[in-house]
């Protein structure tokens, strides 16, 4: 019998009350063809209902796309996302209290679709600890309708552990590039592989169903077996999805170099305008030691590999991408997740095992807001959600961490030349606040594990020290008082040995 079907007829196969765990980063691996056609089918006659969405990575353009589709009131019950900020739709929902929403981190995520897979009760790990995520915190919920705990504390050795508890995974929908008649999965056009083989096992050994999006139909036995990431034994349906909602990215409709098919010359990268997020960028990449396995998140901290190919010292570093991108050059904007010229690509909670076990030896992440304590929030500002996404799974298992961002936002406009800065307009809003309104980043919890953590502006560096932290470089040209302590609701402990940044980072 046929695999192949419509997407009419895949969302047919969605029973009311499913939990469906669904595919993809940003826009790389996701199902567009099927979650639009349930979008679809939901409006025109208001089935499926009462589904509980998972998704690990952020998946959507920040408008429409992705799991935007899913966002009706009706259509979804719960959510358990990684990353919300790309799905405004769905914040909405959640931040109204019309659904049950949770926010986890993205590799646990991963990591539990594995472990569903494997018949095992739950994930157990110790990322989330001292954050939202903490069940002596919240738990991850994310408003009050969210009631039920899925995070808990387990004692092992004496030792204090989270244990995210397993559910079984009724419906699976993932992407790939083709499919044969037997259902068997190749990944060559895509820029990874992601979490697809997971939530397809998960799905199948749970008794459901695993629907796959590809683009094109070939014959039996025609693919290579290295490019089968999902056996057809475990694919039960097959759409073939229309070219445009089977995109390689939200914002590219194909690029051989990011899925290794091609390499680009380095000159035909874009280079970064130079603003302040380029001298914090070109101040982070000084940290960065020869050989280095890296990890750079996703805003402004993208930019580091811009400027390292423009310096000519990128063949110093190994960069890494979460989604489970190994060398390369990563894309940022909605194509975040992929590389130029990648060297390497598995898949992603492999990749979080990696992260988990120490491998990085240094990551670089976004800062919105940062407290003398050292605690940062990424994830929640008033009604805004952005969610945690790998923030929480990177920051906690990485010896040396650098927090990149403006020391105020909403207006700052700086110059820069004969290596002095100058601040020509102040944000309005500043970053550097009394107590973050959520805890993505546990300073206390860095201490605990002796990281090396360093905050770094456009006028100054701040390092984690057993106080709170500590201002340690000032740009030169900038004024201590006016420019920067005035601009902080508290004031931090101040170095001895208080340095000048490098001038020529302001040339």
């Not at 991850?140 to 559910?167: C, H, M, P, Q």
């Amino acid at each position: 019998m046929s695999k192949v079907i419509g997407p009419k007829q895949a969302v047919e196969k969605i029973k009311d009350g499913s939990t469906v765990a669904v595919g993809g980063f940003v826009g790389i691996g996701h199902p567009e063809e099927i979650t639009r056609a349930i979008e679809e089918q939901f409006l025109a006659g208001e089935k499926p209902q009462n589904l509980t969405i998972v998704y690990a990575a952020g998946q959507g353009d920040g408008k429409d796309r992705g799991i935007n589709h899913l966002a009706h009131k009706g259509l979804v019950k719960r959510v358990i996302g990684g990353h919300w900020g790309l799905a405004p739709k769905m914040v909405k929902l959640a931040i109204e209290n019309s659904i049950e929403a949770y926010n986890f981190p993205q590799g646990v995520i991963t990591h539990l679709y594995r472990d569903i897979a494997a018949k095992k009760p739950g994930t157990i790990t110790h990322v989330g600890k001292g954050t939202f995520v903490d069940p002596e915190i919240s738990g991850g919920k994310i408003n009050s309708r969210t009631k039920e705990d899925l995070v808990s504390n387990i004692s092992i050795d004496g030792a204090r552990w989270l244990y995210y508890r397993a559910f079984p995974v009724d419906v699976g929908l993932i992407r790939g590039t083709s499919a044969d008649t037997d259902g068997n999965i190749s990944f060559e056009k895509e820029c990874g592989s992601l979490e697809m083989l997971a939530i397809a096992q998960a799905a199948a050994n749970s008794g459901g169903i695993v629907i796959a999006q590809v683009e094109k139909l070939v014959k039996r036995h025609t693919l290579n077996p290295w490019m089968v990431k999902v056996p057809g034994i475990i694919v039960d349906y097959v759409v073939v999805a229309k070219k445009e909602n089977h995109w390689q990215t939200f914002s590219q409709e194909y690029n051989p170099s990011l899925s290794g098919e091609i390499k680009t010359p380095g000159d035909a990268i874009p280079k970064m305008a130079a603003d302040e997020r380029k001298i914090i960028c070109t101040r982070a990449l000084q940290e960065i030691k020869e050989n280095d396995v890296v990890n750079l998140g996703i805003g402004l901290p993208e930019g580091i590999s811009m400027v390292a190919n423009e310096k000519g010292v990128f063949g110093r570093m190994n960069l890494t991408v979460e989604a489970g991108i190994i060398g390369g050059i990563p894309v940022g904007g909605l194509s975040f997740g992929a590389s130029f010229n990648p060297a390497c690509i598995i898949n992603q909670p492999s990749q979080f095992d990696f992260y988990d076990g120490g491998g990085l030896d240094i990551a670089f992440l976004g800062m919105a807001q940062a407290d003398f304590m050292g605690n940062v929030n990424v994830s929640k500002f008033g009604n805004k959600l952005a969610g945690c996404g790998g923030f929480i799974d990177i920051t906690q298992n990485t010896k040396r961490v650098v927090f990149c961002g403006t020391l105020t936002s909403g207006g700052l406009k700086v110059s820069y030349g004969n290596k002095k800065l100058k601040i020509i307009s102040e944000g309005v809003h500043r970053k550097f606040i009394n107590e973050v309104e959520q805890i993505t980043f546990s300073g206390s919890y860095a201490r605990e594990k002796n990281h090396e953590i360093l905050y770094i502006t456009e006028r100054c560096v701040f390092k984690l020290c057993m106080g709170g932290i500590m201002l340690t470089e000032i740009a030169p040209g900038i004024n201590l008082e006016k420019d920067i302590l005035s601009n902080m609701d508290f004031k931090p402990e101040i170095s001895r040995q208080l340095k000048i940044m490098d001038g020529g980072i302001f040339s």
